[in-house]
């Protein structure tokens, strides 16, 4: 396994204009420690980095799902401890696929390892922060709606909180938020 500042460095080396042939390469390289990459994700020193590191955590998280099972359970409980809005769009997107009613086996069981209501309390909070951006705040919109069955209150509050956000939203956060109000005027289907 190659050592962790080897992989740092990889990531350090990529100039600004990346190819993401080259961020693909990386991920698909089965020596990467998956722990160590998950672990720059929350290096503050070095924002571009940490977002390089969560963009390939992703890569793996939603292509290579055994590989990124030795570190699920820490990647969930440090949730919120990211406070790096282009780390937390990265997490949103893994956390969208783990989410998902078609989510991988291995995702679905994991699932009831974790602290649920932790996860759910974290992406509300970073869907209501006012600094948070708009790709983020629709990627929350989606993961509390998958999650809606697992607490009965998620449905109500995520339907007042996207009224709330569209007021004064984007387009993109508007065109979000009517799907999800939409969808959640439906009878839900257990």
């Known amino acids: 396994m190659p050592h ?3 992989l ?3 990531l350090a080396a990529m100039k600004v204009n990346i190819k993401v042939p080259n961020l693909v390469a990386l991920a698909q390289d089965k020596t990467l420690s998956v722990e160590t ?4 994700c929350y290096d503050r020193k070095h924002g571009t980095i940490a977002f390089r590191a969560a963009w390939v955590l992703e890569y793996i998280a939603t292509h290579h799902p055994e590989r990124f099972m030795p570190v699920f359970g820490t990647f969930m409980s440090r949730l919120p401890e990211q406070q790096n809005h282009s780390c937390q769009r990265h997490f949103t997107k893994i956390l969208m696929h783990v989410t998902r009613p078609d989510a991988p086996a291995l995702y679905q069981e994991a699932r009831g390892t974790i602290n649920g209501e ?3 309390d974290t992406i509300f909070s970073w869907l209501i922060a ?3 951006p708009v790709a983020v705040q629709v990627n929350c919109m989606d993961i509390l709606f998958n999650m809606r069955n697992e607490f009965e209150w998620i449905a109500e509050e995520l339907a007042q909180q996207t009224a709330f956000l569209m007021k004064d939203g984007s387009a993109a956060l508007q065109s979000r938020g009517k799907k999800i109000l939409a969808k959640l005027s439906r009878p839900s289907k257990l």
């Open 4 to 6: 962790p500042h080897h």
């Open 37 to 40: 990459l998950h672990d720059i």
């Open 130 to 132: 006012p600094r948070t």
């Open 118 to 120: 932790q996860v759910v």
């Open 8 to 10: 740092f460095d990889s």
